[in-house]
């Protein structure tokens, strides 16, 4: 470039943010209420040499922006913003500081961890110390690229209808042998006709994938030699992680990534993405300045009342991002309509999402954030999923989302676990494993959080395994957590995860302790996939993986989270396949009820029995030894397709009494793959052994094809 030793910016436009391209020239634009002045830093290819230093001469409201007509798609740039340094009133700026621009799509550069990078001296953080980092900063590349959508489509999947997958990219297909080698463990693979071919045969509709914006490795990560491999950690809202990507073809990271979306859209699979707009990779007070604490920090941070140098910690993670801001505010709905409008994202789950409802007196279902959401004509049609806490005052908040978002439900979660895994730990404490009343109310949607704020049962988003603790496997062979390897003395992770080893700790060869295990495994799945509610489905549980008992492997990039394909567990996958197509067959479990549907008499379909046939009413419901119970879906004689779950989580076999009518048996949690080809006609006594369930459908209907 030249032209830049005369290059003059021209004053430019306020809108958009960012560094835009329009065939000429770009414009760059960035905001900062408290700034002084913003210089734009040009670099040279490599990144490591300053070619110009402009000051952007437009200053709309908040807004500083310039027009650079040199400045084409490749161009490398920084920014600079002048400021006072007075952390006392949360101002941060510091001039020596190369940052980041926020709205940057391509990041050029690997952040290592260098004093330069630290505006204060640690020891002494009110006092500035001036050490440039331009050399070591992340930059900013401008972008101006195409991309052939062809005719790609939103598969637009009912939540009745869902099923989620939530998984890794890099976990997920890094050690599948299907897959090319030069693609394994990135977007291409994920894209993969093997990848797709697995998601298809298992029958689930959406991809949810750990984050895949740009993000950072904590310092203390990468002095242990670890770093953040879930990725919760972000610095680019609207930067591909090049980390993800394989490069093969020349594509770019955005590209590749679009071409993953366009092939799992092709095969009617939705993509989901976990966000993270609740904090930033910039840590706590004595953190690195990169982006936002360099640009305004008093602006983008929510700041401690009282001692304006530190950040309220929401997050966890040392700061909070204030969406309560309307630049902060903007640049959250810019990147989400980004991910919707140009990379075809089909929804999102949004990390510690109480952060974003917060306001000055606590969360409120009518904080900015939601009112943006529900008005915007790109957001509103897709998918809004809620991990409803964080860990500020008030911040669990299950059941207070507004109508319409799903819930990530740890009640459901935590309901299941104990009616099947705690009862078979303590089978002679019956009070530890919960009651049927709880349980029951956990399979027919949750009414207890949702019905009385006319919320349907799909907002509860039903989980039993997600990517934070216990594989399902390692859920049933370990007591203790095994987290060494994450560097924190096995002091990580959560204490009690409701989880019990069967009998043995780890790996075993007992054939008792294993059919415990495995039956145990199908009886959880069957009780997410055949609950009311949207089930998702945790990477690797259909197969049998396991991560050694490490119930938080945030920081392990390698074989304790890489699913492995070629040790899967065949009875397991071919179970968890025939349980979904047995769900997306049988239509009641799609009906949207909590107590029943009703007819024309006020009689409703759903009713609950004793083993013995005698119905199940009264302060029997939260009797704490009483570990059976039957389901009935429909009437016999009136409904289309009535179903019968009969359900035993004690420790020895219960016989039930069938109603009238002749009975298929439809599924067997008691058998590797599921099978039950039998009939019984009504009043015949059918045993189901410990825990288990068995699922049947009345024989005089059409059959259920398997």
Same mark, same amino acid.
């Given at each position: ?314 997050? #966890?993670? +040392?700061?909070?991002?204030?969406? !309560?801001? =309307? @630049? ?5 709905? %810019?990147?989400? *309509? ?53 860990? #500020?005052? +008030?911040?669990?908040?299950?059941? !207070?989302? =507004? @109508? ?5 439900? %740890?009640?459901? *979660? ?293």
């Amino acid at each position: 470039m030249d032209e830049l030793s005369a290059a003059t910016l021209q004053t430019g436009q306020a809108w958009p943010l960012g560094a835009h391209f329009d065939g000429h020239g770009t414009n760059f634009a960035v905001f900062s209420a408290n700034a002084q002045a913003v210089d734009l830093c040009i670099f040279d290819g490599t990144a490591n040499h300053e070619l110009a230093r402009l000051r952007l001469p437009g200053h709309t409201g908040d807004v500083w922006h310039g027009y650079l007509p040199s400045a084409k798609p490749g161009t490398v740039y920084g920014l600079r913003v002048r400021g006072p340094w007075r952390p006392d009133r949360g101002h941060r700026f510091d001039a020596s500081k190369l940052l980041l621009d926020p709205y940057a799509r391509d990041i050029v550069g690997e952040f290592i961890w260098r004093p330069e990078h630290f505006a204060p001296d640690r020891q002494h953080p009110r006092h500035l110390e001036t050490h440039d980092n331009a050399k070591l900063a992340l930059k900013a590349r401008v972008v101006h690229e195409s991309f052939e959508w062809e005719d790609d489509q939103a598969p637009n999947i009912p939540l009745a209808g869902s099923i989620l997958y939530e998984c890794h990219v890099k976990g997920f297909s890094q050690r599948n042998p299907q897959v090319p080698p030069e693609i394994r463990g990135t977007f291409a693979g994920m894209g993969h006709s093997a990848s797709i071919s697995h998601l298809k045969s298992l029958g689930v509709t959406a991809v949810n994938l750990l984050p895949v914006h740009y993000s950072l490795s904590e310092e203390r990560l990468v002095g242990m030699g670890l770093s953040n491999y879930w990725g919760y950690n972000t610095i680019g809202f609207f930067c591909v992680n090049p980390r993800l990507c394989s490069g093969v073809g020349g594509l770019s990271p955005r590209n590749e990534f679009r071409t993953m979306v366009q092939a799992l859209h092709k095969a009617g699979i939705e993509v989901i993405l976990d966000v993270v707009y609740n904090h930033t990779a910039e840590a706590d007070h004595s953190g690195p300045t990169i982006s936002f604490r360099g640009l305004d920090n008093a602006s983008y941070y929510r700041l401690t009342p009282g001692d304006p140098s530190r950040y309220e910690n929401y997050s #966890g993670c +040392g700061n909070t991002l204030d969406v !309560q801001q =309307p @630049r902060v505010l903007q640049l959250v709905m %810019d990147s989400l *309509r980004y991910w919707v409008s140009d990379m075809h994202v089909d929804g999102f789950r949004f990390d510690l999402a109480t952060v974003l409802g917060r306001t000055d007196t606590g969360f409120s279902q009518q904080a900015a954030f939601f009112a943006a959401v529900a008005q915007d004509p790109v957001l509103c049609r897709v998918k809004m999923i809620a991990e409803p806490w964080d860990i #500020g005052p +008030g911040g669990y908040q299950v059941g !207070q989302f =507004p @109508r319409g978002w799903l819930e990530w439900n %740890d009640k459901f *979660r935590d309901s299941v676990r104990r009616f099947w895994v705690q009862s078979a730990a303590s089978p002679q404490s019956a009070a530890v494993g919960g009651t049927r009343g709880d349980f029951a109310m956990r399979l027919c949607g949750s009414s207890d959080l949702y019905q009385s704020r006319r919320r349907a049962p799909a907002e509860s988003l039903n989980y039993v395994i997600s990517h934070d603790g216990f594989t399902l496997r390692d859920l049933l062979s370990y007591n203790q957590r095994r987290n060494l390897a994450n560097g924190e003395e096995n002091r990580d992770g959560q204490g009690n995860s409701l989880n019990f080893n069967c009998g043995f700790e780890g790996p075993s060869e007992v054939p008792t302790v294993n059919r415990m295990r495995s039956r145990l495994q199908r009886t959880l799945l069957t009780t997410l996939l055949l609950a009311q509610g949207t089930p998702m489905l945790c990477a690797g549980d259909e197969m049998g993986h396991t991560q050694g008992g490490n119930n938080n492997p945030y920081c392990q990039d390698g074989p304790i989270t890489w699913l492995n394909w070629e040790s899967q567990d065949a009875d397991l996958l071919a179970f968890t396949q025939y349980l979904i197509s047995l769900r997306h067959q049988l239509n009641p479990f799609a009906n949207q009820w909590y107590s029943g549907v009703a007819d024309a008499e006020g009689n409703y379909d759903l009713s609950w029995w004793n083993a013995d046939g005698s119905a199940l009413q009264g302060d029997v419901w939260h009797h704490p030894a009483h570990r059976s119970l039957a389901c009935l879906i429909g009437k016999p004689g009136r409904s289309k397709s009535p179903l019968l779950l009969l359900i035993n989580s004690g420790v020895s076999p219960v016989t039930f009494s069938l109603p009238r009518g002749e009975w298929q048996a439809l599924l067997d949690t008691s058998h590797p793959r599921g099978l039950a080809v039998w009939r019984a006609a009504g009043s015949t006594p059918v045993p189901v052994v410990a825990h288990s369930i068995l699922l049947l459908q009345q024989a005089t209907t059409r059959q259920f094809q398997r």
